[in-house]
């Protein structure tokens, strides 16, 4: 069965510091690797994904994240925060190979706290 | 507005009663899924649509849940005989095909509150 473990329930970090929100999966196969965020009374926004080829993926606001295949990572990392990237960050899933399976399967979530 | 639509936002009902809540995906997706979301969690998968077909359903969708995709466009998804256990927010994604890698784009979300 395919997981996602995102281990720190939490992460602050101060204004103009590099934050890192990490994210292990567990999926037979390769994978297609996707970061959401969510913003109090907002649906998810697509940030980044990875699918093949070059393992740093640059997204959107500034974040990168880093695909791991040997440690089955994708820490999502920008190198400077900005209060407004305070949110719930979601790293997602979906195996590759069997075109019928679409669905995502998403870690428990990171929220975020970037301190002024 | 070309994103995800969902409606209602908000749904309050009592225990016991139907519920039925619509997604208007963006134009042209041709796939639709809905998740469900509570408190502290990521979103779970419920189904997936092909247009009209629906190919996919996970074990968290009861028989109390269906979902259709009449015409390849809007969808809804109907809860009835709603328990506690329901209240969640119900969100709905779309995403162009054939390609599995595409991104699917979220709605905002109705969020059921079952007393």
Same mark, same amino acid.
């Given at each position: 069965a395919q997981s996602v473990a995102q281990p720190e329930d939490q992460v602050n970090v101060a204004e103009g510091n590099p934050l890192t929100v990490k994210c292990t999966y567990s999926v037979s196969g390769n994978p297609y690797l996707f970061w959401y965020v969510q913003y109090p009374n907002r649906g998810l926004q697509f940030l980044l994904k990875y699918?093949?080829? /070059?393992?740093l993926v640059k997204g959107s606001y500034g974040f990168e994240a880093e695909f791991n295949k040997s440690q089955t990572s994708f820490h999502l990392k920008k190198p400077s925060a900005l209060v407004s990237d305070s949110a719930l960050y979601f790293c997602a899933v979906r195996p590759k190979?069997?075109?019928?399976?679409?669905k995502l399967v998403f870690g428990t979530g990171t929220r975020l706290l970037v301190s002024p | 507005d070309t994103g995800v639509s969902q409606n209602p936002r908000h749904k309050i009902t009592k225990r016991g009663q139907n519920v039925t809540f619509r997604c208007d995906p963006i134009?042209?997706?041709n796939r639709l899924y809905w998740y469900r979301q509570t408190l502290g969690q990521g979103p779970e998968f419920l189904t997936y649509f092909q247009n009209e077909a629906q190919l996919e359903k996970s074990r968290l969708l009861s028989d109390r849940f269906s979902a259709e995709r009449p015409k390849g466009s809007f969808s809804t998804l109907e809860i009835q005989?709603?328990?506690?256990? /329901?209240?969640a927010m119900y969100l709905c994604a779309s995403s162009s095909g054939p390609r599995q890698n595409t991104e699917a784009f979220f709605g905002q979300g109705t969020r059921l509150t079952v007393v």
């Open positions: 699918i093949t080829g /070059d393992n190979g069997n075109t019928g399976f679409q | 134009s042209e997706h005989r709603t328990e506690q256990g /329901d209240s």
